[in-house]
């Protein structure tokens, strides 16, 4: 988990066969509406995880195997 987890920090793809695919994504800054008080506001670009299940595991969730 924590070589994973550095990885994904350094912006390396971790790939697990059969498993998935862990990577981090940049996400820009945007404007953004506070829902309690309706006013506008930015929201800064930040870096986040993100996962693409592989085939295997996918099929696995879904009952075909």
Known sequence: ???????????DKVALVGFGTFASAKRAAKS??????????????SVSPKFAPGAAF???VNGSQ
């Open 1 to 11: 988990v924590n070589q994973v987890t550095a990885a994904v920090a350094k912006g």
């Open 32 to 45: 953004g509406r506070n829902p309690k008080t309706g006013e506008t506001m930015q929201i800064p670009a």
């Open 58 to 60: 996918k099929a696995k």
